[in-house]
């Protein structure tokens, strides 16, 4: 029985906050029915007249307060109690609760979640004693899984650990009196009625509230949440961490050919033989491709660059052969074309050639172009198929066209002009006719040519940000003689035919997209065997300028580690399944695969997505998310993502026509993102197919290409370099990236922000 006897003092009497919780009050009934009266001392009391009130309002508010009592008292023995006893008490009790648990009338959804606080309760309760980093919290074995999931909640902020103490105590306490008053016939109802309660609230605001379709027993289907939930994850986020990607795995796994050779059938139904040319650079191996190709009624070439696909499309059309040239930004389509030269990526698996020459098959191990090159291998439609491939890439090509069970050969080149080290080096200077400097950035580029320059050395320029029109006149330049010497990235080691005789190192480490790193044996191989072009020169020569440390010249004898992973891409089958398309991408991304297969870095797809969906906050389905991440643009220059979000918006709004870029300043850095805008605007009216004027773009494009030419050649002293803040000018040869006046305004806003957290901190 409840024992009832609660005195109350006079009125004018005030009581401790200790009194009151030895009547029953709890911290939350008092702050919700006595106000605090706080005295200087700091101490907190109530009035004698206040908590009768409070008691006269709410006359059940007294059996309450006894129940309290009980309740407290219990604990309070329970915490006496040896530990010994404790634990017998304990597994005298769970039988109990089990058996009520048991034969207890709960619907489905409400004894799965029920039965998973049920089982922790009891593992708690019967737990040895708590580890030292709980020692604070020691008053019962249970009591430390409860400290573990305030610790846990307080991490992670999903909800109070007050939310989680309410819930929690009123199994806990229901449990921790009956094992303090044993008796004969604990009342093992009221727990499993706390049980109930608790499950039924969790799955009304953790499924029903957030709109989670599926069934509890569905989602507890997945063994992943019965091992995390309830003592490390929240039920909401056990669907999304744990069901949700389980689903999808599930149905993609459904999809998807457990081997990726047999996403290609027509190509798997064709007769099909490979020739493998194995060999270094200026070998030969992509020469002797072609002259078949020529030689085919219909042909393919797959470039790693686009400006290597239009050199290989002038060349088939100078021999007579009507070839078309496609890549992401622009295209050339010949009327009657036989043939076609493209970039990898845009490679039409429906359509059938008598030849294919997929050139730089190494690459097929990049992490994000890769898969190009994995799909060319396995679903080019086409009779006979040249592989144009560095030593270090023949055992992964091997590897796959055997577990295709396809004939092929092997045909090692060798190169014909003898490549030599320089063991010196080589100062701007002295350089001679046929030079290639090699730099790893724009802007040691650009300083390179201004010195060459002063020195009376014509020069002409390559670099990644270049428009390929712009590229193919300082090549020709080159060619020509009109220039000396040549400065340029590492963009000359794919293919490019140029007249190099001596390729000299100024720089021997480069940023990768990550960090800075020193070259690898295979770079300085390629880089520097397009020295000593054949028919040319008798020999060819390297060397390193005065700022390269490492020993480059060893590198030409190491030979790079054989390549043992393909990258795999996805296909369209992702859009098949009933999810998100980034959760989609994510599962697959986790997906195991079949040896010597990798998934693609898909981190790119992922981020343009997201900012349709996020930033941009539009409505577009899969298919176009899709299409929208398969554009090739830099998404990390802000003018062109900014272009690329208003033409996202124009497609949304179900407009026709996409509007032209707008061209802002003369200098080299305003064209070439103007440059790139215009790209943009191509390869987004291509995709989404928009009207678009390209008379108009071509002409624009022959225009900004012919000014960077001019001012690459005439003027870039003046016009080169661009400060990365504000456009304005800087000197080619400032260490900085930004300009005096951005550097003092930035050292400024530092100074502000330092003063600040001085006052404020």
Known sequence: MLNLDIKIKKDGQQYTKAEMKKMGWTPQLIRERVPELRRNSGGVYYRASDVRKALEAEPSLLEQLAKQRVEAGARSRLVATPDKTRAELARKLTPLLQKAFDEAELDPDTRIVANQWHKLFLDGLLAPQPSASHEKYRITPGDQVTKRLLDFVDETRNFTAAAWANRWWRIGQT????????????????????LAALAQKEIRTQIIDKGVEESVSEIFSVPAIQAQYPSQYFLYDCYATFYVPALISRDLSKLIAVDPKDEYPAARQMSRRFEIHVGGTNTGKTYQSLQRLKQAVSGVYLAPLRLLALEVQERLLADGVVCSMLTGEEEDIREGATHISSTVEK???????????????????????????????????????????????????????????????????????????????????????????????????LQLAEELRKLGIPTSIIYGNLPYATRRQQMQMFLNGETTALVATDAIGMGLNLPIRRVIFTQDEKYDGEV??????????????????????????????????????????????????????????????????????????????????????????????????????????????????????????????????????????????????????????????????????????????????????????????????????????????????????????????????????????????????????
Request: with cysteine.
């Open 175 to 194: 449990a921790w009196t009956m094992i303090a008053n044993p008796g004969d016939n604990p009342n093992t109802q009221a727990y499993v009625q706390a």
């Open 347 to 445: 490679l039409n698996l429906s359509q059938e050639y008598e030849v294919a020459v997929i050139d730089e098959c190494q690459m097929i191990n990049d992490r994000e172009r890769g898969y190009a090159w994995t799909r060319a291998i396995l679903g080019v439609r086409a009779s006979e198929i040249h592989l144009c491939v560095a030593p270090e890439g023949l055992h992964i090509l091997e590897r796959l066209i055997k577990a295709l069970d396809e004939p092929y050969t092997v045909i090692k080149h060798e190169r014909k002009v003898p490549l030599r080290w320089i063991d010196r080096q080589v100062k701007l200077k002295e350089a001679r006719k046929g030079d290639a400097f090699v730099a790893f950035s724009k802007k040691r580029v």
């Open 516 to 761: 800075v790193r020193p070259l690898r044996p295979g770079e300085v191989r390629q880089i520097a065997g397009r020295a000593g072009r054949f028919g040319l020169y008798d020999e060819g020569f390297a060397a390193i300028g005065p700022d390269c440390d490492h020993d480059l010249g060893s590198m030409l004898e190491t030979v790079p580690p054989s390549i043992d992973q393909a990258a795999l891409g996805f296909s369209d089958l992702v859009l098949k399944v009933d999810r998100p398309l980034i959760d989609v991408l994510k599962v697959w991304n986790q997906m195991p695969v079949k040896a010597p297969y990798k998934r693609m870095d898909i981190s790119r797809h992922i981020s343009i997505i997201s900012y349709i969906q996020n930033t941009l906050k539009l409505d577009f389905s899969k298919e176009d998310l899709l299409k929208a991440s398969n554009i090739p643009f830099d998404e990390r220059d802000a003018a062109v993502q900014a272009q690329f979000a208003i033409y996202c918006k124009t497609y949304a709004s179900g407009k026709t026509t996409l509007p032209r870029p707008e061209r802002e300043g003369n200098r080299l850095g305003n064209l070439e993102i103007y440059y790139k805008l215009l790209d943009l605007y191509y390869s987004f009216a291509k995709t989404f197919g928009f009207q678009w004027d390209q008379e108009w773009l071509m002409e624009e494009k022959e225009v900004v290409a012919e000014e960077i030419n001019y001012l690459l050649v005439h003027d870039l002293k003046k016009r080169g370099a661009s400060c990365r803040r504000c456009g304005g000018p800087i000197t080619l040869d400032s260490p900085y990236s930004i300009c005096d006046k951005c550097y003092r305004k930035q050292r400024q806003e530092r100074e502000r922000q330092r003063r600040y957290w001085d006052i404020y901190a």
